[in-house]
C-alpha cells in the first residue's frame, strides 16, 4: 500500500486525497472534500426538519376558534356566510378531535367529513385552500372524474393519498393530519338505478372505493403511482384523522329538490308551503335525500355528515369579489404593474361593466379574471417596453374598446 506523501492534503473524513475528489476545501487543522461537505449539509438539513416544531403541534388553546376561522375566510372569499360557519364548525370540531389525547371515557368523537354542494365559480374549491393555509396543513385537491376502480384505464382510489403525501414531502405523521379536497364528486354518481351486465368502474365503484379512505383505515399507497411502478414498496397512511372535503356542482339536483318540496299538492297547506320556498336559490333546501336522488350510495352520503351548500352568486357579490378580498383580481393587476413601475387605477364604472359582461357570459366569478385579461392584454404587452409611462387609467371607453376587439367578445350566449 503507497504511503500517503501529505496528510494535510487529504479530506479528514474520508481519506481521499486532493486527486481523487473535485474540491478540497481546507481548514486550520483538516480538510474537507465536497463530497463530506454535501453529505454534511444534508445531513444537517434532516437534523432540523426533523426537531423543528411542526405546525400541527399546536394546542387546543392555540388552535382557531370558529368565529376566527370564519374571520379569516372572510378576508379572501366573499359571502357564502352558511358554508362558511359549517366549515369553520366541522375543521374546528375535527382538530379538536386530533387533540384528544387523554380520553377519560368512552365517548369517541367521529370524523366530520364534509360535502359542499354549489354551482361552479362559487368558491368550494377556495374556501379549502383557504382553510388548509390558514391551518398550515398539508392539502391537495383531486379530480374525481380521473378515478377508477382498480384495474381498469384510469387513476386508482389510492392515488389521493399519494398527491396527499407528495404535497407533505413523504412525511406520513404529516400527511396523516392533512385536508383532502375532492372535486366534482358529483361526476361520480351511480349512472342508472337499473341492475346491467356493464360495470360502473368510474361512478358506483368509485364510491365504493371510496368508503374506507373517507370512514378511516390504514391504507397501502403506492408513492409513485402503482400501475406504472408495481415494484415499488408501499407505504402505509393511517387516514383516521385526514380530513375529507367534497365538493361538486350537482347539476339538475334542484329539480330533486323541487320534486321533494312539492309533494304536498292538495289542500290548502301546499299552497302556503310553495308561497314560502325561495325557488331562486333551492340549493339552500338540499337534504341527504336529494344526494342520494342524484346518485350517490347512501353508504358515502352517510361518511359525509357535514352537508352544506353555496349561494348563486349575484351581481353585488361579484363586484365585492372583483375588488375586495386580499387577492382580489383587480388587486393582483395593480401589483403586476406596480413592479413595472406603473400605477393602475379604475374607473368604478368598469367594475360594473366587467360583472355585467361575466353574468352576460354566464361565467360567474371564474369569467371575471377572462374579462380583465382581456381588456388588460394590449397594456400588459405594451407598456413595460416605455419606461416613461408611469400611470395607467382604465376608464370604461377604454374597457369597452379593447373587451369588443377580443376574441372574448365571440363568448357570447344567445
Not at 416544531?53 to 372572510?74: A, G, N, R
Not at 323541487?258 to 331562486?280: C, H, I, K, M, P
Not at 369569467?367 to 395607467?392: Q, T
Request: overall charge neutral; hydrophobic content about 40%.
Amino acid at each position: 500500500m503507497a504511503k500517503k506523501s501529505n496528510s494535510s492534503n487529504h479530506c479528514s473524513f474520508c481519506g481521499r486525497s486532493e486527486n481523487e475528489v473535485t474540491l478540497l476545501i481546507a481548514g486550520i487543522s483538516g480538510h474537507i472534500c465536497d463530497m463530506c461537505a454535501e453529505q454534511a449539509h444534508e445531513i444537517v438539513n434532516e437534523t432540523f426538519k426533523s426537531s423543528e416544531k411542526s405546525p400541527l403541534d399546536i394546542s387546543l388553546h392555540t388552535l382557531p376558534k370558529p368565529k376566527q376561522i370564519k374571520e379569516f375566510l372572510d378576508q379572501y372569499v366573499i359571502g357564502q356566510d352558511t358554508a362558511k360557519r359549517f366549515l369553520s364548525v366541522s375543521v374546528y370540531n375535527h382538530y379538536k378531535r386530533i387533540l384528544q389525547k387523554n380520553i377519560k371515557d368512552d365517548v369517541e368523537i367521529e370524523k366530520s367529513n364534509i360535502i359542499m354542494v354549489g354551482a361552479t365559480g362559487t368558491g368550494k374549491t377556495l374556501l379549502a385552500r383557504t382553510i388548509a393555509k390558514m391551518l398550515q396543513v398539508p392539502f391537495t385537491i383531486v379530480d374525481a372524474t380521473v378515478l377508477t376502480e382498480a384495474g381498469y384505464v384510469g387513476e386508482d382510489i389510492e392515488s389521493i393519498l399519494t398527491r396527499l403525501l407528495q404535497v407533505a414531502d413523504y412525511d406520513v405523521a404529516s400527511a396523516e393530519r392533512g385536508i383532502v379536497f375532492i372535486d366534482e364528486i358529483d361526476k361520480i354518481a351511480r349512472k342508472s338505478d337499473n341492475p346491467s351486465i356493464t360495470r360502473d368502474v368510474s361512478g358506483e365503484g368509485v364510491q365504493q372505493g371510496l368508503l374506507k379512505l373517507l370512514e378511516g383505515s390504514v391504507v397501502n399507497v403506492p408513492p409513485q403511482g402503482g400501475r406504472k411502478h408495481p415494484e415499488q414498496r408501499m407505504i402505509a397512511v393511517n387516514t383516521k384523522n385526514i380530513l375529507f372535503v367534497c365538493g361538486g356542482a350537482f347539476d339538475g339536483i334542484e329539480k330533486k329538490i323541487a320534486q321533494r318540496l312539492n309533494t304536498r299538492v292538495v289542500g290548502y297547506a301546499a299552497s302556503n308551503d310553495t308561497a314560502r320556498v325561495d325557488r331562486a336559490n333551492l340549493m339552500k333546501y338540499i337534504t341527504p335525500m336529494d344526494l342520494k336522488a342524484f346518485g350517490l350510495i347512501p353508504e358515502i352520503i352517510g361518511r359525509l355528515p357535514i352537508l352544506t351548500y353555496l349561494n348563486p352568486l349575484d351581481r353585488e357579490a361579484l363586484i365585492r369579489i372583483l375588488t375586495e378580498p386580499k387577492n382580489s383580481i383587480i388587486k393582483q393587476y395593480e401589483k403586476l404593474f406596480d413592479m413595472d413601475g406603473i400605477a393602475l387605477t379604475f374607473d368604478k364604472n368598469v367594475y360594473e361593466y366587467i360583472v355585467d359582461k361575466a353574468i352576460e357570459y354566464k361565467l360567474g366569478a371564474r369569467g371575471l379574471r377572462s374579462i380583465v385579461e382581456a381588456i388588460m392584454i394590449d397594456a400588459m404587452f405594451l407598456l413595460p417596453s416605455e419606461n416613461n409611462k408611469k400611470k395607467l387609467h382604465i376608464t370604461l371607453d377604454y374597457a369597452v374598446e379593447h373587451l369588443e376587439k377580443s376574441d372574448f367578445a365571440k363568448l357570447k350566449v344567445a
